[in-house]
Nanobody
Framework: QVQLVESGGGLVQPGGSLRLSCAASISIASSYAMGWYRQAPGKQRELVATISAGGRTNYADSVKGRITVSRDNAKNTVYLQMNSLKPEDTAVYYC?????????????WGQGTQVTVSS
């Protein structure tokens, strides 16, 4: 069982920055693809960014150029650096870990951290 703990959320003004962290309870190096998703009130959960075990990244169009995902396998931690934040970025942000093998796919979620962008 993988436990994921997010941190770094909070209230920020439009145009500001935040860095979210996601600490995993086990080694994520080489085995787990990691991702960040978000869910705004009344909306479905949506992908923000993912990073593969090999470091390949993927971003939602709405955040490209403003948000960067990275991972530190030595610390079992994934980061989401968010710049030029907009009110529409307000949501609960969830960390995701996924391991795909030839016989199974396992997905884990964190509890989420609230990000509010408001003046």
């Amino acid at each position: 069982q993988v436990q994921l703990v997010e941190s770094g959320g909070g209230l920020v003004q439009p145009g500001g920055s935040l860095r979210l962290s996601c600490a995993a309870s086990i080694s994520i190096a080489s085995s787990y693809a990691m991702g960040w998703y978000r869910q705004a009130p009344g909306k479905q959960r949506e992908l923000v960014a993912t990073i593969s075990a090999g470091g390949r990244t993927n971003y939602a169009d709405s955040v490209k150029g403003r948000i960067t995902v990275s991972r530190d396998n030595a610390k079992n931690t994934v980061y989401l650096q968010m710049n030029s934040l907009k009110p529409e970025d307000t949501a609960v942000y969830y960390c995701n870990a996924q391991r795909v093998t030839s016989t199974s796919t396992r997905t884990y979620w964190g509890q989420g951290t609230q990000v509010t962008v408001s003046s």
